[in-house]
């Protein structure tokens, strides 16, 4: 089965925490396809090729986000969605298991 995981300060919506012995805090990614939030099961079965926006909404003073996979390179945003979540859309690589990454920039340190 596929492992969707979140890590560092980002999470998909629905995934469990990588384990840890302690577990980083994920909250506030959601990861969508054809414009619907994708559930667990919906997470498991994507496929190389699928293209998902990312939407990470870190609230506070938020000016940009950015966003890795399987920690690659950081991809900054400003773009927003209708919900004033922060997007990228990602196409998943050759791969089945996938880490997400997020921060938020306040303004003058990543967070």
């Keep these: 089965m ?3 995981n979140c890590h560092a ?3 998909c919506a629905g995934n469990t925490p990588p384990p840890t012995p302690t577990p980083p805090q994920c ?3 959601i ?3 054809d414009g619907n939030a994708l559930s667990q099961d919906e997470l498991n079965a994507l ?3 699928d293209m998902i926006t990312l939407a990470f909404a870190p609230g ?3 000016t940009k986000v950015r966003f890795r996979v399987n920690a690659g ?3 900054e945003t400003t773009t927003k969605n209708a919900n004033g979540q922060f997007t990228w859309d990602y196409t998943l690589e050759n ?10 920039f306040d303004g003058s340190v990543w967070n």
Excluded: L, R
């Design 60 to 62: 506070g003073a938020a």
């Design 27 to 29: 909250i506030n990614i």
């Design 47 to 49: 496929q190389p090729g």
């Design 95 to 104: 791969v089945t298991d996938f880490t997400i990454d997020a921060q938020w």
């Design 2 to 4: 596929p492992n969707k």
């Design 73 to 75: 390179a950081w991809n």
């Design 9 to 11: 300060d980002a999470s």
């Design 31 to 33: 990861a969508y396809k």
